[in-house]
């Protein structure tokens, strides 16, 4: 896809201005990082406060009184008893229980406000068209954009443009002016950091991530440091942790599926491959997804095989980095469940060489989520 084809979003003259290095992500040209660089910028999310521009993402509303009931027949979540202004992770399945995509949801007085990744945007947005039609109107919201300020300063920045901001907690919402810019925003993020996901319409986008930029503990992050933030925290990469190949169960997402949709709960299954799901949650997988931390600097990349000492070929990487705050390489992996115990010793096979890795807990640096 040549630049010409690539779409924009709001902010893209903004990073332009700022020195940013673009390049094409999920059909957008996107920051991938800035003169600070990405070990630069990773460090500054860690210890103060980053802005991200996650415009590319799809963002939809869901209306009517049937939105809830209607959205928990294709996710394996809890969406009826969501609580208001609450925000909650979700995964559309198909039917062989493997993951067409993880989205966010966050009920709010009129709608449920739900938050796709943007290279499976248009899809997500026809599965709900195709399957909730009847029941609920989906409403697209290309007219909004999305930005996240991540970071133990997050909340500091945030507060001079409105300290009402302060008052939420982890995985909660609500609508804000910000210094007189109205929006949505909900106490969230991708990196494992306190922070904040802001959606605020396109044409006060730049207004919005300039008042933001003014504020001392902010400096603009790019994809790159975004990439390394959420590995270290041990979240997953659509099209790459987790797939249409690979089930919640295999995925260890199953802290995603409430007891009242598994098998015996009050409203269990009624969503896609809820069969397979159960039957995995009952009898466990024949793999898993693990992390890996590596007592070698090799980094360990996407698609390196993993063994063990005699070998024996056990799993595959599926995300890697040298993980710049825990200073050693990190990966996510899915290895045969013999091996996926913690502290498991196994290798994984980098240009025809052997590194040893220990399958090890995840977040692999501890988070900085407010609960209150």
Same mark, same amino acid.
């Given at each position: 896809m040549? /630049?010409?084809?690539?779409?924009?979003?709001?902010?893209?003259?903004?990073?332009?201005?700022?020195?940013?290095?673009?390049?094409?992500?999920?059909?957008?040209d996107?920051?991938?990082?800035?003169?600070?660089?990405? !070990?630069?910028?990773?460090?500054h999310?860690?210890?103060s406060?980053?802005?991200?521009d996650? /415009?590319?993402?799809?963002?939809?509303?869901?209306?009517?009184?049937?939105?809830?009931?209607a959205?928990?027949?294709i996710?394996?979540?809890?969406?009826?008893?969501?609580?208001?202004?609450?925000?909650?992770y979700?995964?559309f399945?198909?039917d062989?229980?493997g993951?067409?995509?993880?989205l966010?949801?966050?009920r709010?007085?009129?709608?449920?406000?739900?938050?796709?990744?943007?290279?499976?945007?248009e899809?997500?947005?026809?599965?709900?068209?195709a399957?909730?039609?009847?029941?609920?109107?989906?409403?697209? !919201?290309p007219?909004?954009?999305?930005?996240?300020?991540?970071g133990?300063q997050?909340?500091?920045a945030?507060?001079?443009?409105?300290?009402?901001?302060?008052t939420?907690?982890f995985?909660?919402?609500? /609508?804000?002016?910000?210094?007189?810019i109205p929006?949505?925003?909900?106490?969230?993020g991708?990196?494992?950091?306190?922070?904040?996901e802001?959606?605020?319409?396109?044409?006060q986008?730049?207004?919005?991530?300039?008042?933001?930029?003014?504020q001392?503990e902010v400096a603009?992050i790019?994809?790159?440091?975004?990439?390394?933030?959420?590995?270290?925290?041990?979240?997953?990469?659509?099209?790459?942790?987790?797939?249409?190949t690979?089930?919640?169960?295999e995925a260890s997402?199953?802290w995603?599926?409430?007891?009242?949709?598994?098998?015996?709960?009050?409203?269990?299954?009624g969503?896609?491959?809820?069969?397979?799901?159960?039957?995995q949650?009952a009898?466990?997988p /024949?793999r898993?997804?693990?992390?890996?931390?590596?007592s070698?600097?090799?980094?360990v990349?996407?698609?390196?095989k993993?063994?063990?000492?005699d070998?024996t070929?056990?799993?595959?990487v599926?995300?890697?980095?040298?993980?710049?705050?825990v200073?050693?390489?990190?990966a996510?992996?899915?290895?045969?469940?013999?091996?996926?115990a913690?502290?498991?010793e196994?290798?994984?096979?980098?240009?025809?060489?052997?590194?040893? !890795?220990?399958?090890?807990?995840?977040?692999?640096?501890?988070?900085?989520?407010?609960?209150?």
């Amino acid at each position: 896809m040549s /630049s010409a084809d690539l779409k924009k979003t709001p902010l893209h003259a903004l990073h332009i201005e700022l020195g940013a290095k673009m390049v094409p992500f999920g059909g957008y040209d996107m920051p991938v990082q800035y003169p600070m660089g990405v !070990m630069g910028e990773h460090k500054h999310t860690r210890a103060s406060a980053g802005l991200f521009d996650v /415009s590319h993402m799809g963002q939809v509303r869901l209306v009517g009184a049937g939105a809830a009931a209607a959205l928990e027949t294709i996710v394996p979540v809890d969406i009826v008893d969501l609580g208001l202004n609450k925000q909650r992770y979700a995964l559309f399945t198909n039917d062989q229980g493997g993951i067409l995509d993880d989205l966010m949801v966050c009920r709010r007085a009129d709608d449920l406000f739900v938050v796709v990744n943007a290279g499976c945007k248009e899809q997500d947005i026809a599965h709900m068209q195709a399957k909730l039609a009847g029941h609920c109107e989906v409403i697209p !919201m290309p007219e909004q954009a999305l930005l996240a300020l991540q970071g133990p300063q997050a909340v500091t920045a945030l507060s001079r443009l409105n300290p009402g901001v302060a008052t939420l907690t982890f995985m909660t919402g609500g /609508s804000f002016e910000l210094d007189g810019i109205p929006t949505f925003l909900t106490r969230s993020g991708y990196t494992g950091e306190d922070g904040f996901e802001i959606s605020v319409h396109q044409d006060q986008a730049v207004a919005l991530a300039r008042k933001l930029l003014a504020q001392p503990e902010v400096a603009p992050i790019g994809l790159g440091a975004r990439d390394s933030l959420r590995l270290e925290a041990g979240l997953c990469l659509y099209g790459h942790d987790i797939d249409t190949t690979t089930n919640p169960v295999e995925a260890s997402l199953t802290w995603a599926i409430q007891k009242v949709r598994r098998a015996g709960g009050a409203r269990a299954g009624g969503y896609p491959g809820a069969a397979v799901i159960d039957q995995q949650l009952a009898n466990g997988p /024949s793999r898993k997804r693990v992390g890996l931390v590596g007592s070698e600097r090799m980094p360990v990349r996407e698609g390196a095989k993993i063994v063990t000492a005699d070998g024996t070929e056990v799993g595959v990487v599926t995300s890697g980095t040298l993980g710049p705050t825990v200073n050693k390489p990190v990966a996510l992996a899915y290895v045969n469940i013999a091996h996926a115990a913690l502290g498991t010793e196994l290798f994984a096979v980098v240009r025809d060489k052997r590194t040893p !890795m220990t399958v090890s807990s995840t977040p692999f640096t501890p988070n900085g989520y407010y609960r209150g």
